[in-house]
């Protein structure tokens, strides 16, 4: 079974959490906002999890590690990373706001299962050539592009391949 997600790596590097908490730090004093450890278990727990997760996800992820953190506090939280740039809401057209991470990444296109919501990530070449060319046709310039491929997993496929001979 190839990687569902690109760029793999067990887990961020101590490094890489420390940049992105410095990035998150000198956002929140732009604003006006203090640090607080709540929020810096936030975010460790969403690098960690290296995967698309939804405002209800972290939020159960983050209270394994501490009780006390809210849904709210998770939620505004998740909007401060994206506004510095640590995270970026994916759109996978299911009515769910997810997010991932977009520090150290490169940019990638998504396949999404439209039964459960599974998703995997993959580069295509020739994806950015065709917007390229396609600007270039029109004299556009092109800045950036949106592909997603919708479809049935290989669990779903299975899963009513089952109900349907349960049925019989
Ligand atoms: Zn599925
Ligand atoms: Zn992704």
């Known amino acids: 079974m190839p990687e569902k997600r690109v760029d793999d790596q067990p887990s961020p590097s101590h490094d890489m959490l420390a940049e992105a908490q410095h990035i998150l730090h000198e956002h ?3 604003l ?3 640090r607080s450890s709540q929020r810096d278990t936030i975010l460790r727990a969403f690098l960690e999890a290296r995967n698309h997760l939804s405002t209800e996800e972290l939020h159960a992820l983050t209270k394994n590690q501490d009780p006390a953190i809210g849904y709210t506090t998770v939620y505004r939280t998740l909007k401060l ?3 510095c740039g640590l995270a ?3 759109e996978f057209h299911d009515g769910v706001a997810r997010y991932e991470q977009r520090l ?3 940019s ?3 396949m999404i299962c439209t039964q459960c919501g599974d998703s995997v ?3 295509s070449p020739e994806i950015e050539e065709l ?5 270039e046709k029109f004299n556009y310039v092109t800045s950036q592009h949106s592909f997603q491929i919708y479809c049935t997993c290989e669990a779903c496929q299975k899963q009513s391949r089952d109900s349907v001979a349960n049925a019989q």
């Not at 917007?131 to 600007?135: A, D, F, L, Y």
Request: no cysteine.
């Open 28 to 30: 929140l004093t732009q």
């Open 32 to 34: 006006g906002l203090k």
């Open 81 to 83: 990373f994206v506004q």
């Open 88 to 90: 970026a809401e994916v």
């Open 104 to 106: 150290n990444r490169r």
């Open 108 to 110: 990638h296109h998504h």
């Open 121 to 123: 990530e993959f580069f």
């Open 131 to 135: 917007e390229h060319r396609i600007g």
